[in-house]
């Protein structure tokens, strides 16, 4: 048998392209380019930088100077919703905000006494004390800003103009507004530190003249009237008796759960507190009863003597006292003389012309005492404690409440009064029951696996690359796949004359084929020689359908519509 030999017929890209419809040649089209797009826009968003928070709550001016700033050391930015937040990518945030604060930015839009170095040559007086004013009411916002609590802050100052009249000056007033972040408050030590900053910060200012008000308006500080309200004394006061009472609640929790157990006891205390001060004062003098006892406070003394030649002229005026004087008497007549002539002198006088007085102040004995009365003193105390019942466990593993017995009831009744004190007189009350406590079985929600929030947040990170992956996936096995399927089974452009020279080989084949007679005999050799030349044949015809298969479908459709090859 000779065979034929002839190349196989390899069609191009071109002429499948050609043999294509036109409508699967559009759909390849489609695909590919759908396909070369979602690989794009995967490297992309896979190359995508991530952005950070540069600078947040920026005033405009500041905002501007740093948006151009970034323009000119080329660092991409964009703005968060809102224009709330400069953005930058997270590799560049720290580099940038290095060089943002060497260059001075931003600037802040509180200024304070750097604006005392901008004065101008010509400024008023008036003009001078304002920009005080401003650098001052900047500093105290700078200070306060700094809590932790505050997010933003304004301070008003009301500085009169003084005179020379000390009576008629005014003393100077603040006001300050605060927005606090979001959860966050003052306590009572806060608002007292905010207000003794500026008071401190402002000559002559009284704490009392500083008012704090937060973004909704309610005040924070205490009225200057000293009226307290609900935020003055009273606050203070209420806040001391929940402290008390907290106090008495858990002196009895703690007494009384090592022997119930920590969940089996429910407390609370009413306490009544006296807040009312009282001051007695009292004086008591003491009479001097005796001279030992007695304190001098001041003695004076005065004494006057006259020598005899110094009497003064004495007697009636007239002729009888110029006469001279008679003869001396006798010792016995001179005490009665003496005495006369006293009397006729003036009244009053001494012996000799002597005076003495002697006046002695003393002290009386007198004792102030003042008593001031404590604030806060406890005046009744009530309280109430509930005791749940003993649960025990049976042998057969069942749950049983036992109810208390009285005495145990009575020495926990004992103990709760001995732990807050208590006092009959003051009328103090302590009221012990024992019940048993409703066991609230907590529902637990089954969050299913694909709900929780870290499958969720895993699930959002991961969504745009798999979306991208399971799209290209689609657009290939969909679109692309059945596209380059059917070139391969499309007719080429010629298909006619493929098909023809296919069959011509075929008929080639066949007639190449001798016809030999059937030789006689034992028949082995004959039978192998027909065996070997059909299965070559029927090889030949294999490796044809393997390297042309669209010539052998042609034939083999031909043959199936009975039309004789040409």
């Not at 609230?440 to 798999?466: C, G, I, M, N, T």
């Not at 069959?503 to 084949?509: E, I, K, Y």
């Not at 052998?552 to 459709?557: E, G, L, P, Q, R």
């Amino acid at each position: 048998m000779s065979a034929v030999a002839t190349l196989p017929v390899n069609p191009t890209l071109a002429q499948r392209l050609a043999g294509l419809e036109q409508g699967q040649r559009l759909r390849l089209a489609i695909g590919i380019v759908l396909f070369v797009a979602i690989g794009i826009v995967g490297l992309v968003m896979g190359r995508q930088a991530e952005w950070r928070v540069l600078y947040s709550n920026l005033a405009d001016k500041d905002g501007g100077a740093v948006v151009a700033q970034l323009s000119t050391l080329n660092v991409p930015y964009k703005h968060s919703e809102g224009g709330g937040a400069i953005l930058v990518p997270a590799d560049r945030v720290h580099d940038v905000r290095l060089k943002l604060a060497a260059l001075g930015l931003p600037k802040g839009s509180v200024n304070g006494f750097e604006m005392m170095e901008s004065n101008r040559f010509g400024m008023t007086q008036f003009q001078e004390r304002l920009t005080f004013q401003r650098g001052l009411e900047g500093e105290l916002t700078r200070s306060i800003q700094a809590l932790s609590s505050v997010q933003n802050a304004r301070v008003h100052l009301a500085l009169p103009n003084q005179n020379g009249f000390f009576r008629e000056q005014q003393k100077p007033s603040a006001s300050v507004l605060l927005s606090l972040h979001p959860g966050r408050n003052l306590d009572r030590a806060q608002l007292a530190g905010i207000v003794h900053l500026v008071a401190s910060s402002v000559p002559e200012m009284s704490p009392t003249a500083v008012s704090v008000l937060d973004d909704s308006g309610k005040l924070l500080s205490t009225p200057s009237d000293g009226s307290g309200g609900v935020l003055g004394v009273d606050a203070e006061q209420l806040k001391y008796v929940r402290q008390v009472e907290q106090q008495y609640s858990q002196r009895i929790l703690d007494i009384l759960e090592p022997i119930v157990g920590r969940a089996n006891v429910k407390a609370q205390v009413t306490a009544e507190l006296d807040f009312s001060q009282t001051e007695s004062t009292t004086e008591s003098h003491k009479p001097n009863q005796t001279a030992d006892s007695s304190a001098i406070r001041s003695q004076q003394l005065v004494e006057s003597t006259n020598a005899a030649g110094n009497t003064p002229p004495s007697g009636v005026p007239g002729a009888t006292t110029n006469q001279p004087p008679g003869a001396a008497a006798a010792p016995i007549n001179g005490a009665a003389q003496t005495l006369a002539a006293g009397a006729a002198g003036g009244q009053g006088a001494l012996a000799g012309g002597g005076k003495r007085e002697s006046i002695i102040n003393y002290e009386v004995d007198k004792t102030i005492r003042v008593v001031k009365g404590a604030s806060g003193l406890v005046k009744r105390i009530n309280a109430a404690v509930v005791v749940n019942n003993n649960v025990t466990t049976n042998d057969k593993g069942k749950v049983v409440s036992t109810p208390l017995t009285d005495a145990q009831i009575e020495k926990m009744t004992a103990l709760v009064r001995e732990t807050v004190g208590f006092n009959k007189d003051r009328g103090d009350s302590v009221n012990l029951l024992n019940a048993a406590f409703v066991d609230e079985k907590v529902a637990v929600l089954d969050v299913p696996f694909y709900r929780q929030p870290e499958v969720v947040d895993l699930a959002r990170s991961f969504a745009w690359p798999l979306g991208t992956l399971a799209f290209g996936a689609l657009v290939l096995m969909g679109v692309i796949r059945p596209a380059i399927k059917a070139m391969g089974t499309a007719p080429v452009a010629g298909g006619v004359v493929g098909s023809d020279m296919q069959m011509n080989q075929l008929d080639a084949m066949e007639s190449d084929m001798p016809e030999r007679p059937q030789l006689t005999g034992p028949g082995t050799a004959n039978d192998a020689a027909q065996v070997s030349a059909g299965e070559k044949q029927l090889e030949d015809a294999r490796q044809l359908t393997r390297d042309n298969p669209a010539a052998v479908a042609n034939i083999i459709k031909a043959w199936m519509n009975g039309e004789a090859p040409a």
